[in-house]
């Protein structure tokens, strides 16, 4: 079982629409969570943080379970500039400092 | 602003050659990592290091050294490069304990041939 499961999608969602993805994490030392974003043919970048009592950034929501251990991000009033791969990143806090990476969710937006 | 510099964006090199991959980063950090990029299989670990000198294996290293003799700098090295290690590198670095965000560079696209 991977550490870190997405449904890869791709999800084709029409502009203005709402979208969710999910993400699933097996080590349940993990303590640290988020939500990347990676261009095509560009590095990965930091979308935002996930905190356990769920947190907001403009039209980006995400929320943390640790007790089912998934993770998730809603985009409301989706805009052509959010397509995009989202990659779901998990942080164990013992030991080293690796990050595990899901494969990443394929998100495009159609006028 | 922040930044992780990859030397190259595009390299295409011969089976049997040993490859160097190097990676700066301007911001003082002290973990550095390498990551291998490939369809279906996502962002996968090579290599870490958390100072100068120290390297931690990480999920796929067979094929791959590093080394890190300063601490801006980050080298993955492919001793007998093979077709199956085409892929995407992907550098990071990250301050110590308790940092809120990686920061990648832009990428190698390494074909081997």
């Known amino acids: 079982r991977k550490e870190v499961e997405q449904d890869p999608g791709p999800f084709n969602v029409p502009e203005g629409a709402t979208v969710a993805f999910n993400c699933t994490y097996s080590n349940s030392a993990s303590q640290s969570f988020f939500w990347y974003r990676q261009d095509c043919r560009k590095e990965p970048k930091l979308l935002m943080s996930?905190?356990?009592s769920g947190n907001e950034d403009g039209r980006f929501t995400a929320q943390l379970n640790r007790a089912s251990q998934y993770i998730s991000l809603l985009i409301r009033d989706s805009k052509l500039s959010d397509s995009a791969t989202y990659l779901c990143v998990v942080r164990s806090n013992f030991g080293n400092e690796k990050l595990t990476f899901g494969t990443g969710t394929r998100l495009t937006i159609i006028p | 602003d922040v930044k992780v510099t990859q030397s190259s964006r595009y390299l295409v090199k011969r089976t049997g050659e040993k490859v160097f991959l190097e990676c700066v980063q301007d911001?003082?950090?002290?973990?550095m990592f390498w990551y291998r990029q490939d369809p279906g299989l996502g962002l996968r670990l090579i290599y870490f290091s958390y100072d100068v000198k120290m390297k931690e294996k990480g999920d796929i290293p067979e094929g791959y050294s590093v080394s890190r003799e300063k601490k801006e700098r980050f080298s993955l090295i492919l001793e007998s490069a093979s077709t199956n290690q085409t892929s995407m590198y992907l550098c990071?670095?990250?301050?110590?304990?308790?940092?809120?965000?990686?920061?990648f560079g832009q990428g190698t696209r390494l074909t081997v041939v």
């Open positions: 911001m003082d950090h002290e973990n």
């Open positions: 990071a670095s990250t301050q110590p304990r308790d940092w809120t965000e990686a920061f």
């Open positions: 996930v905190y356990s």
